[in-house]
């Protein structure tokens, strides 16, 4: 069964130190993996995916997020925090023999960055 | 792009009525999905429409849940006889035709109360 988890309920960071947003993931085969943030109130947006090619793919807002297959990770990284940072974080999988495109999400990690 | 809407944002119940939601995906996107959220947990998946056509549904989506897409455009999502643990956010999101691996864009959702 696919499953992805998110290990810390939340994170905090002081503005402008870097931040880690950690997510490992189980699934079948190679995945394709996603990170989104929900503001209050908000939907989800997307910030980046991975699907092949470079481990380390850049995204919205100055995010980016590195792929590690050996450790089964994909965790959401910035250089430096920025108060408006705060929010929920999701990382999400899918496997790539699923044709629906459904996405299996994380249980999802606070990030409170703080000035 | 105008975005995914839904309505209504909030919706507040009681326990036996009947409820339908809406959604209007991005005018060019084929694939729609709808998830459901509860406090604390990252999105679930329900069900996906491609098209008019609605090809998978989870096995969370109990008898009491009904999805359509008419003629491939707006989408509904009706519950009848709620119960108190249908209360949660419900999303919406459309991707493109290629989004198999695509990144899905989210609505706002609908918040249910069941009182």
Same mark, same amino acid.
């Given at each position: 069964a696919q499953s992805v988890a998110q290990p810390e309920d939340q994170v905090n960071v002081a503005e402008g130190n870097p931040l880690t947003v950690?997510?490992?993931?189980?699934?079948?085969?190679?995945?394709?993996?996603?990170?989104?943030?929900q503001y209050p109130n908000r939907g989800l947006q997307f910030l980046l995916k991975y699907i092949t090619g470079d481990n380390l793919v850049k995204g919205s807002y100055g995010f980016e997020a590195e792929f590690n297959k050996s450790q089964t990770s994909f965790h959401l990284k910035k250089p430096s925090a920025l108060v408006s940072d705060s929010a929920l974080y999701f990382c999400a999988v899918r496997g790539?023999?699923?044709?629906?495109?459904?996405?299996?999400?994380?249980?999802?990690?606070?990030?409170?960055?703080?000035? | 792009?105008?975005?995914?809407?839904?309505?209504?944002?909030?919706?507040?119940?009681?326990? &036996? @009525?009947?409820?339908? $939601?809406?959604?209007?995906?991005?005018? /060019?996107?084929?694939?729609?999905?709808?998830?459901?959220?509860?406090? &604390? @947990?990252?999105?679930? $998946?329900?069900?996906?429409?491609?098209? /008019?056509?609605?090809?998978e549904k989870s096995r969370l989506l109990s008898d009491r849940f009904s999805a359509e897409r008419p003629k491939g455009s707006f989408s509904t999502l009706e519950i009848q006889r709620t119960e108190q643990g249908d209360s949660a956010m419900y999303l919406c999101a459309s991707s493109r035709p290629q989004g198999a691996y695509g990144e899905q864009y989210f609505g706002p959702g609908t918040r249910l109360t069941v009182t």
């Open positions: 950690k997510c490992t993931y189980s699934v079948s085969g190679n995945p394709y993996l996603f990170w989104y943030v790539r023999r699923d044709n629906t495109g459904k996405l299996i999400f994380g249980q999802g990690t606070t990030l409170q960055v703080k000035p | 792009d105008t975005g995914v809407s839904q309505d209504p944002r909030h919706k507040i119940t009681k326990r &036996g @009525q009947n409820v339908t $939601f809406r959604c209007d995906p991005i005018s /060019e996107h084929n694939r729609l999905y709808w998830y459901r959220q509860t406090l &604390g @947990q990252g999105p679930e $998946f329900l069900t996906y429409f491609q098209n /008019e056509a609605q090809l």
